[in-house]
């Protein structure tokens, strides 16, 4: 089973290999196989049993653990959660396509398990490429979902040439804007997710009812997406859900927020949270030539 998942997903990659390029020493990925994947320095990167590359250049060691990204794959999975949310994502993409006569390269940077990736490109003719910091995710995402490419790689130095993606994801994870300027081609674009102030409120106000827990500073991150990119939108998507038994299960250690969160608070959400609010707001960007100063 792994040997033909390798060799699937070396048989995905192979047409695309000149999007490539090595980590390390910049060069052309020139060589794929079943094992691993080459430069022209011939640095060499595994495929592993799952499927995916390992393009990790340092060693990082995070807090998203398997429970993480197996409560989000089930959470992802068996519910509509975030199904609005692909909806919309889905529009805006089938309306780039329409300019477009070959196939997109959609990259979701921050994938996780995959489960977005793959619910937004899933019956389309695009690309799906996924990447995360975290192997974890990405071992279960190349597990599960084989018409995607899967890298375990740092968005600081991605594994692709300049100006290949039509298309970057950013959702709810950080941002590397000057990296994605570099790999978006001249007429890209970015999607970027960012919570708003009720973003899973009624379990926040669980978690830290004897301290307040703000979310990062919207402000702060507008402006930093704006320097990078022309802002050709912005789509506010608020919406409440109740909590099934299945989002329970799962809910409180999909986000990091469980990570802060007492005992006996983590147990108050169990028993006592019945509905969720999503709170978000979609930003979407092209590609400026030149940084412009913030104002």
């Known amino acids: ?41 011939r ?25 993480l990204f ?25 309306g780039y396509c329409h300019s477009k006569s070959q196939p997109l390269h959609i990259l979701d940077a921050g994938a996780g398990e995959g489960s977005l990736l793959q619910q ?17 995710g990405i071992a279960m995402a190349s597990s599960a979902y084989d018409q995607q490419i899967w890298f375990v790689g740092d968005l600081a130095c991605s594994p692709f040439a300049e100006e290949q993606l039509d298309v970057i994801l950013n959702i ?27 973003y899973l409120m009624e379990m926040r106000e669980l978690l830290f009812r004897d301290r307040s827990h703000q979310l ?3 402000d702060h991150v507008l402006d930093r997406f704006a ?12 919406y409440t859900l109740p909590v099934t038994k299945v989002m329970l299960d799962s809910l409180i250690h999909m986000t990091p927020l469980s990570w802060h969160g007492k005992e006996s608070a983590i147990s108050s959400v169990q028993e ?20 412009q100063p913030l104002r």
């Not at 089930?74 to 919309?88: C, G, K, R, V």
């Not at 709810?172 to 009720?198: A, C, H, Q, T």
């Not at 990119?229 to 998507?237: F, T």
Request: glycine fraction near 6%.
């Open 216 to 218: 990062d500073g919207r």
């Open 120 to 136: 937004i490109t899933q019956n389309t003719p695009a690309v799906g490429w996924g990447i995360d910091i975290a192997k974890e």
């Open 70 to 94: 197996t409560a989000k794959r089930n959470i992802l999975s068996q519910t509509e959660i975030y199904t609005p949310l692909t909806d919309i994502i889905r529009n805006y993409i089938e």
């Open 1 to 41: 089973m792994s040997i033909q998942r390798r060799e699937r997903s070396a048989a995905l990659i192979y047409p695309y290999i000149h999007m490539l390029k090595c980590p390390i020493c910049h060069g052309s990925m020139t060589t794929i196989s079943p094992h691993s994947i080459q430069c022209m320095s």
């Open 227 to 238: 320097k990078y990119h022309h802002l050709i939108d912005r789509i506010p998507l608020t």
């Open 172 to 198: 709810l994870s950080p941002s590397n804007y000057e990296e994605f300027g570099r790999v978006m081609r001249k007429d890209g674009w970015i999607i970027k997710v960012i919570p708003r102030d009720r």
């Open 272 to 291: 006592s949270l019945s509905q969720i609010t999503i709170d978000l707001e979609i930003l979407v960007g092209s590609r400026r030539s030149v940084l």
């Open 43 to 67: 640095h060499t990167f595994d495929l592993a049993k799952q499927g995916y590359i390992n393009f990790m250049t340092r060693f990082f060691k995070g807090n998203y653990d398997k429970r």
